[in-house]
């Protein structure tokens, strides 16, 4: 060995005992969460401290949901059972708070929830930016078995009912869907309540109540009547296959839906 060969694996050892040192340094310190921060892959992390939130809040998941390593699932946000969420998505609960995806549902690639301020910076909720589900106050709220497919985007205020579809690149803002709806790829819903058992045609932008109102009811010859149901069967088991691979111990998924 020459002298510079040993110089080097002096210079690497000393590098490594120092790095250790940090580590001791920072886990005794009451630091653990910092240190699994900086090394985590994981998209999932808590919100920052604002001028309208004192809190570093994190996410609220069911051990059963899924959350792909490339997903980024931030802040005040609940996942329910067996809820997958995709490469590239984004669930982002650090500006408008709470947001809720209920039990057995997919955010898929690329989708984007967000919302609006719901709080002010002296800590006084803005009511406007805020929706009421079952007496319970929501940035966005989406419901059991609702399927966000590729690159939909829900923006809060919003909300979204059970057993709803939302079409890939799907766009839904400062509006209410309904349950059992299906909004086909490429709709703009803005500022509107969609009554349940309806269809948006594709590409349909809706951004009149009147409009809302009187859109198709979803009948049993409606060619997407079941779609949602095969998509929410797809996505718990892929939740619950991903979960195995990890070595992450489920409950039960939604086999038989």
Known sequence: MTSIDALAMKSNNLLRISVLITLIILLTAGCVERVENLYSTSGVGASPVTPWSDLNIRPQIDPSAYVHPQASVIGAVSLGKNVMVSPQASVRGDEGMPIHVGDDSNVQDGVVVHALETSDEEKIPVEKNLVEVDGKKYAVYIG????????????????????????????????????????????????????????????????????????????????????????????????????RMSGKATQSTSEGH
């Open 144 to 243: 059991n078995r609702v399927s966000l497919a590729h690159q939909a985007q829900v923006h809060g205020p919003a909300s979204i009912g059970d057993d709803t579809f939302v079409g890939m690149q799907a766009f839904v803002f400062k509006s209410k869907v309904g349950s059992r709806v299906v909004l086909e790829p490429g709709v703009r819903i803005v500022g509107v309540t969609i009554p349940d058992g309806r269809y948006v045609p594709l590409g349909m932008i809706v951004s009149n109540q009147s409009v809302a109102d009187n859109l198709p009811v979803i009948t049993d010859d409606y060619v997407f009547k079941s779609l949602n149901e095969g998509v929410v069967h797809v996505n718990t088991n892929l939740a619950a296959g991903y979960n």
